[in-house]
């Protein structure tokens, strides 16, 4: 009695024009109570040939309210005809239709609710209405029941473990490109034994010799930490810009993270500078000279 009304959503694949499509199948009643889809045009009292579909999505396919898509199934094919055009991508697909229709056209292993948002009945108070829904949900162990305010903290841990992976992936380019400036360095060295050489026979002290391969090794790896941020802030903000507003509404750069980053390379490349510039310090001078 707590529960004015509950809108369930269940997971499919489909093809549309050949094309394979995320599907959401929800019960239409009551949707636009549970779920502010940020309705465009149409309605989402979905018949049983109707079809709710992101604008975004409609528009670079040419679809309008009315129109008719051809859409094919695991189980049959179906006409289903446009009834409404959102805007908000508040859910896990851009195709929503019926489930009754998701009942007909995919197999009885699929037909599972993955979540459902639920409206408190008039004078129900949030606590009341999640002491309700624990009870009656502690008999399944797999059914969690949140609020909004615990929804969204839970996708904002999921961004944060996402991010956590992208730095530690950072770390990890970092040291594959020390390992590839030492080798650069060590060839360096190699290649211009003879020049080495040669600057100590007219004077190049050892501290010289090693302050030179350390400076080149920083340059090359503040260049290419120059080229790498430039790069990465170009596509970031590109894909953060191809995203939906709904998805994403504010593009933040993280200065802060780019100096730390850009300090980081310089310092890694002092730091692979060393073994190259200990080798080409301890060059003997006439073998140096003579090396072809």
């Given at each position: 009695p707590e529960v004015e009304q509950i809108t369930t959503f269940r997971q499919g694949r489909m093809?549309?024009?050949?094309?394979?499509?995320?599907?959401?199948a929800?019960?239409?009643?009551?949707?636009?109570?549970?779920v502010n889809l940020d309705l465009r045009e149409g309605t989402t009292d979905l018949p049983p040939d109707g079809l709710l579909v992101q604008d975004e999505v409609a528009a670079g396919l040419g679809l309008g309210l009315g129109d008719t898509v051809e859409v094919q199934f695991p189980v049959g094919t179906a006409t289903l005809r446009v009834t409404g055009?959102?805007?908000a991508a508040v859910t896990r697909s851009n195709w929503l239709v019926t489930q009754d229709?998701?009942?007909?056209?995919?197999?009885?292993?699929v037909q599972l609710d993955g979540f459902g948002g639920i409206a408190l009945a008039p004078g129900?108070?949030?606590?009341?209405?999640g002491d309700a829904l624990a009870a009656a949900t502690a008999a399944y162990p797999d059914v969690k029941v949140q609020d909004r305010a615990q929804f969204q903290k839970q996708q904002q841990d999921q961004i944060?473990?996402?991010?956590?992976?992208?730095?530690v992936l950072l770390l990890f380019s970092l040291f594959i490109a020390m390992l590839g400036i030492v080798i650069t360095m060590m060839l360096a060295v190699f290649e211009r034994t003879r020049e080495l050489g040669l600057l100590r026979a007219v004077g190049q002290l050892r501290r010289q010799t090693r302050t030179m391969i350390r400076v080149e090794s920083t340059v090359v790896s503040l260049f290419g930490a120059v080229l790498g941020i430039a790069l990465g802030l170009v596509f970031g903000v590109a894909i953060a810009k191809a995203l939906p507003e709904s998805v994403m509404s504010t593009v933040a750069i993280p200065y802060g993270q780019v100096v730390a980053t850009f300090i980081g390379a310089g310092l890694a490349g002092v730091v692979a500078g060393i073994i190259p510039a200990w080798r080409g310090a301890r060059l003997k001078v006439l073998d140096a000279i003579s090396y072809e």
């Open positions: 093809l549309v024009g050949g094309q394979g499509k995320s599907v959401q929800v019960q239409p009643t009551g949707l636009a109570k549970v055009l959102f805007h229709l998701f009942e007909q056209h995919f197999p009885p292993d129900v108070s949030q606590k009341q209405g944060d473990r996402t991010a956590v992976i992208v730095n």
